[in-house]
C-alpha cells in the first residue's frame, strides 16, 4: 500500500508542453480518477506515474520514495491496459504468471497467486486458453489478474472499459468497484466518461490542457465546480450556459439578466454590475413553470425526448441559444410551444464570461 | 459476356501453365534423369516410359564420396549463416520499429542502397583481409559473407513484422518486470516466429546453393556441395550426367522440402487477439 505525491509534474514532447504542472497528492487505498476529454494529457500523467513516459521536469513520490527515474518495475505498480496488451502466445496462466516468473518467485507461489486471482475474477475454467480464445470482458479480466497477481501497492488503470459494449461495462465497473474494496489498495484509473468517474471514485481529477481543473470529491465537483469547464464536463446532460449581464451586486450575490431569463440572484464574487457572465444550470435544476421559482428561463420547445422515467426537453430561448431540461416523469410538450421553466437560484452557478 | 469470361479463364489458365512449366520442367527434368538408366538420358526422341533405377546414386556414393562432405559443410555453414542473420536481423529490426530518430530513419535507406551494389565487388577486396585473419577455407568466412548480404534485406523485413506488434506489450511486459532483452526474448521472437521463418527461407535458400563467394573463399577444409558438382562437370575422366544429376537431385531435395514446410508458416499470423477483440 502506498500514497503518491505529485509536484509540479511536467512533460514536454519536443517543443510541445503537453502536462502543464501538475500537483497532486494521493492518500494510500485511495481511488483516484483522472478524467478529461481527449488530448488533455491524462493517459500521459498516469504513463509518467507508471515510468513508461519520461518526466520532463518535477518530482513523483511513491510510498514517499522520489522515482522520477526509477523503472516501472521498480515503482510497485501494475497497469491494465485500454487494448488489455495480453501476450497472444501465452495462456491466461501464463499471462498472469508472467511477471512473477521473470520475478524468480517459487513455482508454489506462482501457482497459489494466480489461483487466488483467478478465483477472485472468476477465471478458473480459462486458465489454459490463450487471449484468443476469450470474450473483451474475459480478456479484461485476465489483464486485472495479470495486475492483481503481482501484489502492487498501486494499481493503474487506462481506460480498462472503453473497448466493452454497454452493459458489460456496467457490471466490470461494479467489479472494479469490489475488487478495490477487497484489495484496498490505491487505485489511478482514467477515464473520458463521467459516469464511470463518478461511480468509481473517492476523489475526481479533472483534467483540461495538460493542467489540473479541479479535485475533489464527485459530489463536491457536481455542486460546486471551480470553472465552467468542469461544471460542463461533470454531469449529463450537460449543465445550460446562457449569457447574461451582471445588473446589481450586492454582498456575495449578483443580480443577472437576459432576453430569456428573468433577473435573478445568484451566489457569486467578483463580478461588478454591468459585467456579462455567463449563467449555469442543470438541466435537473430546472422545473416545469416559471410562476412558483425564483428564476426563470423562456423560450421555445424545439425537441421532445420522452424516456419514460425522464423527459428531455430541448429549448430555443429568446436570446438564440440552447437550454435542456430534464423533466423526472413522463411528460408532453408540443414542439414550437412557449414554455418557462423555473430553478432554484441556490443551484446556479455563474462564471466569468 | 459470357465467351469475354471463358476467354479470361482460359487466358489465365495459359498463364498459370507457361509459369508452371517454365519453373518445374528444369526441375522434373533433373530428378527423372537422376533415375533414368545412363543411355536413355539424352535419349532423342525423349524416354518417357523407363524403368527407374538407383544406380547414378549408388555410383555417386562410390565415387565422389566428397560430395557429401561437401553437403555436411554446406549443412554447417548453412546453419551458421542463418543463425547469424536471424539474430543480427531480429536486434536491429527490434531497434529500427521501437525507435525513431533521423540518424535512424537516414540508415534504413543506407541499408537498402547497401543493397544494391554487385556482392562481389566489395567482397573481393576482403580477399587479402580474410587471409590475414587466417580464415580462408573456413566455415567462418562463409557463414559471416552470406549472413551479412541478407542481414539488410532481413532487418527491413524483420521491422515490419514486429512493427505488428503492439507497443502495448512491450509495455505491459516491461510493467511486469522485463528488461529489453526479457520483452526480445519472450514477447518479441514468438510473435514474430513468422517473419524470423521468413528471413530464414531467404537465407537458407542463398547459402545452400551459393557458388560464387564459396569458390573465392573455400578450397578444401570447407568447399560445400556446388563446389563439388562444378568439379562433376570438369572432371577429366568426362562427365557422368547420371552422376551429376543424382547429384543435382541431391543438393535439391532437402532445400525444396525446406521451402515448402515453411510456406506453411509464411502465412501464419500470430498476433490475432493480442489486443481489442
Not at chain 1, 204 to 221: R, S, T, Y
Request: aromatic letters at 8%; charged letters at 20%; proline letters at 5%.
Amino acid at each position: 500500500m502506498a500514497g503518491l505525491r505529485l509536484e509540479n509534474l511536467r512533460k514536454k514532447f519536443g517543443a510541445i508542453e503537453i502536462i502543464k504542472g501538475v500537483d497532486l497528492d494521493i492518500s494510500d487505498g485511495e481511488f483516484v480518477v483522472f478524467v478529461g476529454p481527449s488530448g488533455c494529457g491524462k493517459s500521459t500523467l498516469l504513463r509518467m506515474i507508471a515510468g513508461l513516459e519520461d518526466i520532463t521536469a518535477g518530482d513523483l513520490f511513491i510510498d514517499g520514495a522520489r522515482c522520477n527515474e526509477m523503472e516501472p518495475r521498480e515503482r510497485g505498480i501494475a497497469m491494465v491496459f485500454q487494448s488489455y496488451a495480453l501476450y497472444p502466445h501465452l495462456s491466461v496462466f501464463d499471462n498472469m504468471s508472467f511477471g512473477l516468473t521473470l520475478d524468480r518467485r517459487p513455482k508454489a507461489e506462482i501457482e497459489a497467486r494466480v489461483r487466488e486471482a483467478a478465483r477472485i475474477l472468476k477465471l478458473e475454467e480459462l486458465l489454459h486458453r490463450r487471449p484468443a480464445q476469450l470474450s473483451g470482458g474475459q480478456r479484461q479480466r485476465v489483464a486485472i489478474g495479470r495486475a492483481i497477481v503481482r501484489k502492487p501497492s498501486v494499481f493503474l488503470f487506462d481506460e480498462p472499459l472503453s473497448n466493452l459494449d454497454a452493459a458489460l461495462r456496467m457490471d466490470m465497473r461494479m467489479e472494479i468497484a469490489r475488487l478495490h474494496k477487497e484489495l484496498g489498495a490505491t487505485m489511478i484509473y482514467v477515464t473520458h466518461d463521467q459516469v464511470e468517474a463518478m461511480t468509481l471514485a473517492d476523489k475526481i481529477v479533472v483534467l483540461d490542457g495538460g493542467k489540473v481543473q479541479q479535485v475533489g470529491a464527485p459530489i463536491e465537483l457536481y455542486k460546486k465546480p471551480a470553472n465552467r469547464f468542469v461544471a460542463g464536463f461533470i454531469g449529463s446532460p450537460k449543465m445550460n450556459f446562457l449569457d447574461v449581464t451582471v445588473t446589481r451586486v450586492a454582498d456575495g450575490s449578483a443580480q443577472v439578466e437576459s432576453p430569456s431569463v428573468a433577473p435573478v440572484a445568484v451566489q457569486a464574487s467578483g463580478f461588478a454590475a454591468g459585467d456579462r457572465a455567463v449563467l449555469g444550470v442543470r438541466p435537473q435544476a430546472l422545473r416545469d413553470g416559471g410562476a412558483t421559482a425564483l428564476g426563470s428561463i423562456k423560450g421555445h420547445v424545439s425537441l421532445v425526448e420522452r424516456l419514460g422515467h425522464e423527459t428531455i426537453v430541448s429549448l430555443d430561448t429568446a436570446s438564440g441559444e440552447r437550454a435542456l431540461a430534464a423533466i423526472p416523469q413522463d411528460a408532453t410538450y408540443e414542439p414550437g410551444s412557449a414554455v418557462t421553466f423555473g430553478f432554484d437560484p441556490g443551484a446556479a452557478h455563474l462564471f466569468a464570461a | 459476356m459470357r465467351s469475354g469470361r471463358i476467354l479470361v479463364v482460359a487466358g489465365k489458365a495459359v498463364a498459370v501453365a507457361a509459369l508452371l512449366t517454365w519453373s518445374l520442367v528444369p526441375i522434373a527434368f533433373v530428378v527423372m534423369s537422376s533415375v533414368k538408366p545412363g543411355q536413355e538420358i539424352f535419349a532423342v526422341p525423349t524416354v518417357y516410359a523407363f524403368e527407374p533405377t538407383l544406380e547414378h546414386y549408388a555410383e555417386l556414393w562410390r565415387r565422389w564420396g566428397q560430395f557429401f562432405d561437401g553437403l555436411i559443410d554446406s549443412a554447417i555453414i548453412t546453419a551458421g549463416a542463418t543463425a547469424l542473420a536471424i539474430i543480427a536481423s531480429t536486434c536491429a529490426g527490434y531497434v529500427y520499429s521501437r525507435n525513431s530518430s533521423r540518424f535512424l530513419n537516414a540508415s534504413v535507406m543506407f541499408l537498402i542502397v547497401v543493397r544494391l551494389i554487385p556482392p562481389i565487388v566489395v567482397t573481393l577486396p576482403l580477399f587479402p583481409l580474410v587471409n590475414i585473419m587466417g580464415l580462408n577455407d573456413t566455415h567462418i568466412v562463409l557463414m559471416v559473407l552470406y549472413a551479412t548480404f541478407f542481414v539488410s534485406l532481413g532487418t527491413v523485413l524483420m521491422r515490419t513484422f514486429i512493427d505488428q506488434i503492439p507497443r502495448e506489450l512491450d509495455e505491459a511486459a516491461q510493467i511486469d518486470g522485463a528488461g529489453r532483452l526479457t520483452i526480445l526474448r519472450r514477447v518479441i521472437v514468438p510473435l514474430a516466429a513468422p517473419g524470423i521463418l521468413a528471413v530464414a527461407v531467404f537465407v537458407v535458400v542463398f547459402a545452400w546453393n551459393e557458388f560464387l563467394f564459396a569458390f573465392v573463399f573455400t578450397a578444401t577444409k570447407a568447399k560445400t556441395a556446388p563446389l563439388v558438382i562444378s568439379e562433376m562437370i570438369g572432371s577429366i575422366d568426362g562427365v557422368d550426367w547420371g552422376i551429376l544429376f543424382a547429384a543435382s537431385t541431391t543438393q535439391l531435395a532437402p532445400i525444396l522440402i525446406f521451402v515448402v514446410l515453411m510456406n506453411r508458416y509464411l502465412v501464419a499470423g500470430l498476433t490475432a487477439g493480442a489486443t481489442k477483440g
